[in-house]
């Protein structure tokens, strides 16, 4: 890992777009249209956008890590956190000001304390309907950066074989649905509030959403520690594409059918996450037309993604009302076309006046995740 500039790949890109579009169109449906139907089935199943953001995260977070082991610099945990935190807290630190300061942008709702959303453990036990609760999943994701390069230095501090990597995943997986398969046993299968339970202890968990993240941490893996497996596999990219698309097709039914059931909860979050590693397998391999596709403006939404992430349900709450009075309603091509447009217009934004001049910082700064600089190659 000797670049220190991250190259990007178009076909993440691609599916790093579609991640946050489908969040987007989803919490359309959800606070501002209140209705399912506004974008058909894709409204309703686009709170997957979030779980495809978990694999990808699992992916080019543990390649990082696992990438500056092999390296004879090795991984510095400072200098990780510190890429991480410039990377993620400034701009998470002004949306929260904004929500603390603004009460409409959070749509008149609770907000938890304060101390919840700067330690990130906002999603444990979350009521639903809290302001700004769609920053659970960014509690997550931080969790999830603290603690894999520990856990990897402590294997290699320790010398524990590969297999050690390979059976964490299994373990967390096969944990996450035992867990699953238990709390809703107890608090959703014919509870009168089983919805409101099912988010508070299962949807917004980090015991039970880490599917996604370590099936992207199992390709990293495979990347750099089984090299032989990983060129069969990137071999056969429109083969891994279509058996992503079917996968993952499969699992949306599985949800649209039955939400908050028994299957779908305990065996749609891993069918999920192998759907999703099979796409970004795919948009990795050789070979492959999701590879190098480029779609007209993927790139900058993707780029934006994380900034669009967290403005836009705050800036629909404020948009729509206004809308309202002027007589477009959140069902009217008017209303749809400015709240979105606003929604992106927001993030860039953030993107521009905050995460910019931080990421500038970093690499400045933080130019790379090694612990030490690397030898200069014999000429």
């Avoid at 506004?38 to 997957?48: D, E, H, N, P, S």
């Avoid at 050789?286 to 669009?308: E, F, K």
């Avoid at 206004?322 to 709240?339: C, D, E, F, I, N």
């Amino acid at each position: 890992m000797n670049d220190t500039r991250s190259v990007r790949l178009h076909g993440l890109d691609t599916l790093r777009a579609l991640a946050v579009t489908l969040v987007v169109l989803h919490h359309y449906t959800l606070f501002v249209s209140n209705d399912d139907d506004t974008f058909g089935w894709v409204g309703r199943i686009g709170w997957a956008g979030v779980d495809l953001f978990f694999a990808l995260s699992g992916y080019l977070i543990g390649n990082q890590i696992f990438a500056a082991l092999k390296t004879d610099a090795g991984l510095s945990l400072k200098a990780f956190y510190a890429r991480r935190l410039l990377r993620t807290l400034p701009n998470y630190f002004v949306v929260l000001a904004i929500y603390f300061m603004w009460p409409a942008w959070g749509e008149n709702a609770a907000l938890a304390p304060a101390w919840r959303y700067l330690s990130f453990t906002q999603n444990l036990g979350l009521a639903p309907g809290t302001a700004f609760s769609h920053s659970w999943s960014l509690a997550i994701e931080e969790q999830f950066y603290l603690l894999l390069p520990a856990l990897a230095l402590i294997g290699l501090a320790l010398r524990l074989r590969i297999g050690a990597g390979w059976l964490f995943v299994g373990c967390v997986i096969a944990a996450g649905m035992l867990v699953r398969a238990r709390l809703w046993s107890g608090h959703v299968d014919a509870h009168p509030y089983g919805t409101y339970f099912y988010y508070k202890l299962i949807y917004y968990s980090s015991f039970c959403r880490l599917d996604e993240l370590v099936a992207g941490v199992a390709l990293a893996l495979m990347k750099n520690h089984h090299p032989d497996a990983w060129a069969r596999v990137t071999g056969h990219g429109n083969r891994t594409l279509a058996a992503g698309l079917m996968m993952t097709g499969l699992t949306f039914w599985l949800f649209l059918d039955d939400r908050y059931g028994f299957a779908a909860t305990v065996f749609g979050f891993p069918l999920l996450a192998i759907g999703f590693g099979l796409l970004i397998l795919a948009a990795l391999s050789q070979r492959c037309w999701l590879r190098d596709l480029r779609i007209p403006g993927a790139g900058r939404l993707a780029v934006w993604s994380y900034a669009i992430y967290l403005m836009h349900r705050g800036a629909s709450a404020v948009a729509i009302g206004p809308l309202q009075k002027l007589g477009y309603g959140p069902q009217t091509g008017v209303a749809m076309a400015l709240v979105l447009g606003l929604s992106v217009l927001s993030g860039w934004l953030l993107y521009r006046l905050v995460e910019t001049p931080f990421m500038a910082l970093r690499e400045r700064y933080v130019p790379s995740n090694l612990a030490r600089a690397t030898s200069p190659a014999p000429r």
